[in-house]
């Protein structure tokens, strides 16, 4: 053999064992106990689940920045002052409802207690109107309750449902048979043909009463938070009336100034009377159903380590800071696992590949340790800096993402040393081999591939922050143990987090970053698997 060639390849071989062996002294400054010292901070009652855009969650940031800057990382957002700060900020926009209520006789009527709205109104100032009491509200062939009724520039108040003529046969179809008045949509129906009539608003009568009704509020009450979603751009609504106030019988008693057992025996004899009768309430019925843009203003934590002689490519490394707050109970989601795991591992990476910097092995290719917001309201910070990047995606080299590995779920109480990798084989086949590499020659966990199924249920792929890099054609791996009984509840806490299980896969995911950002060449996107 070529004598230079030998010499070559015995030198490359050194490089390599010495380039593995310095890792390791690196890797080895992730500790449990310093893991916990961090989630000990991180997922405190003091900041109040970390909800998004809250005072809780900006005490995060400002922790997590504090370290970075100890660690010698750099700045490279900019503040509104022009100086660099750690601080990407940015905007969610949330449109929900203001003041909403009903007045009767003087009586206030509280939303989402004593009545529900379907779909979506905005009247933002209060307004009076008169009341017709219209039957059921339907039109149809054989069966019109609108029949000698004026309910132009009025409030309609209306049964729910549809009239019987016994206990199992409807009026209109004649059978057991319900037509398109009665069900959960139904109402969108009656509302429309009461604006086609004239009518301004709707009342429904429910056909639930006590404590049934006080259930369907609260899971009414819990729908309408779809319209109250935060998103990232401002939302123009165009709320078109179609929509109703769905009352208990209290209230359509006080409406109508008769008892609740005439409203019931009225509801009775409707199927049986062919003549409908109409009652225009007595006095004054007022409402109010506000809809308000609120802002909600939060911020990414973006810390920079500049590469050597292949700083113009970056490896992000993210977490998310946020969990979701405060429940309706008053408990504290603490998310200690849900993302304090993988915001506390960001700082003990950051560490480590500081103290390889500062004895000269710092990385070629420079990194950005990334904490974004939003993730829980819909992963709105990943994606807004896919969308405002610090860095140049072309240049972006990967990103591996760390959410949720505290714990470990059912299918793993009896063998902890396991990690789930999503996405690492789906735009690199590099990638994967790099990692496949990395856990055998350093850690030796189960690498779980259960959930990179693209027929998996759980669509775990789409569901963190990784994504949002993963389909600019970035390569991904996202880290993960699985859900647990705590995921999203109150006792996702730190004394559960099994910090001795947590430490190898953030050493996994260090010795997957070494060689990602330390090897000749960048990694191909070779792949494109779903």
Do not use: C
């Not at 990967?398 to 714990?407: K, S, V």
């Not at 789930?420 to 189960?446: C, P, Q, R």
Request: hydrophobic content about 35%; glycine content about 6%.
């Amino acid at each position: 053999m070529n004598k230079n060639l030998l010499a070559g390849i015995l030198l490359a071989f050194n490089t390599l064992t010495y380039a593995q062996d310095i890792s390791s002294k690196y890797a080895d400054s992730i500790t449990p106990e310093d893991l916990k010292k961090h989630l000990t901070i991180i997922a405190a009652d003091s900041l109040e689940g970390r909800d998004t855009g809250s005072k809780g969650q900006k005490m995060a940031a400002a922790y997590v920045s504090k370290y970075f800057e100890q660690y010698g990382l750099k700045p490279i957002a900019t503040a509104a002052d022009g100086s660099r700060s750690f601080l990407q900020k940015y905007n969610l926009y949330k449109r929900t409802w203001g003041d909403v209520y009903v007045k009767i006789k003087g009586q206030k009527y509280a939303f989402n207690k004593d009545f529900y709205l379907n779909g979506l109104l905005d009247e933002p100032a209060e307004i009076e109107t008169s009341v017709v009491f219209a039957g059921y509200g339907i039109e149809d062939k054989t069966y019109n309750d609108y029949e000698n009724i004026d309910v132009r520039k009025k409030a309609i108040l209306i049964f729910d449902g549809e009239p019987k003529t016994g206990a199992d046969e409807y009026v209109l179809s004649g059978t057991s048979e319900k037509s398109k008045w009665s069900g959960p949509v139904s109402w969108r129906e009656k509302s429309k043909l009461a604006l086609e009539k004239g009518a301004n608003y709707v009342f429904i009568i429910s056909d639930k009463a006590g404590s049934e009704f006080d259930k369907e509020i609260r899971t009414r009450s819990a729908m309408s938070k779809r319209f109250s979603s935060p998103t990232l751009k401002a939302v123009q609504e165009n709320p078109n009336k179609i929509s109703s106030f769905v009352i208990s019988w209290e209230m359509a008693s006080q409406m109508l100034g008769i008892p609740v057992s005439k409203i019931e025996k009225m509801r009775r004899d409707f199927g049986k009377k062919s003549k409908k009768s109409s009652i225009e309430v007595k006095g004054e019925v007022a409402l109010k159903a506000e809809r308000k843009t609120e802002t909600i203003e939060t911020e990414n934590v973006a810390a920079f380590m500049e590469g050597t002689d292949k700083k113009e490519e970056v490896l992000v490394i993210s977490a998310h800071l946020d969990h979701i707050g405060i429940s309706e109970n008053g408990e504290i989601n603490n998310g200690a696992d849900d993302d304090g795991s993988g915001t506390v591992s960001l700082l003990e990476l950051a560490q480590a590949f500081s103290l390889a910097k500062a004895d000269g092995n710092g990385p070629r290719r420079s990194i950005l340790f990334l904490n974004v917001t939003g993730e829980e309201k819909g992963l709105f910070g990943s994606e807004y800096y896919s969308e405002n990047p610090l860095l140049p995606l072309k240049n972006t080299i990967a990103n591996l993402n760390i959410d949720m590995i505290g714990r470990v779920d059912v299918a793993h109480e009896k063998n902890h040393k396991y990690v789930y990798l999503i996405g690492a084989d789906k735009l690199s086949s590099e990638l994967h081999a790099i990692s496949e590499e990395a856990n055998k020659k350093f850690i030796n966990y189960e690498l779980n591939y259960t959930f990179n199924d693209p027929k998996d249920p759980n669509r775990f792929y789409y569901r963190s922050d990784h994504y949002n890099f993963a389909k600019m054609g970035i390569p991904v791996i996202f880290y993960f143990t699985g859900v647990h009984e705590d995921y999203h509840r109150p006792g996702d806490d730190v004394e559960k987090i099994l910090f001795d299980k947590q430490a190898p896969i953030v050493k996994l995911v260090f010795h997957t970053a070494w060689e990602l950002v330390n090897r000749a060449q960048r990694i191909a996107v070779d792949s494109h698997k779903e």
